[in-house]
Nanobody
Framework: QVQLVESGGGLVQAGGSLRLSCAAS????????MGWFRQAPGKEREFVAA????????YYADSVKGRFTISRDNAKNTVYLQMNSLKPEDTAVYYC????????????????WGQGTQVTVSS
């Protein structure tokens, strides 16, 4: 079992930055690929970014590529999402997720989920 807790969300103006953190506890964090997803009001949850267990490989959604950076610190059992040049359309609840199997963009492949943190970008 893995428990995930997100933090770092908040209200920011367009063009600003936020860094989300996801702290993991439970089974060996470094064994898991980690992902970030988001869900805007009235929309389905969508993939944002993912990182392999070693941190050596990453995936990004086209909508955030070049603006967001995913990273991890296995010594701290934490994964991060640095979000720069934020846009109002980035407003959503952001979730981190873990899966034991492989680096993937597919939501159903993830085994564990956090409760989410709200990010609101004002125009």
């Amino acid at each position: 079992q893995v428990q995930l807790v997100e933090s770092g969300g908040g209200l920011v103006q367009a063009g600003g930055s936020l860094r989300l953190s996801c702290a993991a506890s439970g089974r060996t964090f470094s064994s898991y690929a980690m992902g970030w997803f988001r869900q805007a009001p009235g929309k389905e949850r969508e993939f944002v970014a993912a990182i392999s267990w070693s941190g050596g490989n990453t995936y990004y959604a086209d909508s955030v590529k070049g603006r967001f950076t995913i990273s991890r610190d296995n010594a701290k059992n934490t994964v991060y999402l640095q979000m720069n040049s934020l846009k109002p359309e980035d407003t959503a609840v952001y979730y981190c997720a873990a899966n034991l199997h492989h680096l993937t963009r597919t939501e159903r492949d993830y085994d564990y989920w956090g409760q989410g943190t709200q990010v609101t970008v004002s125009s």
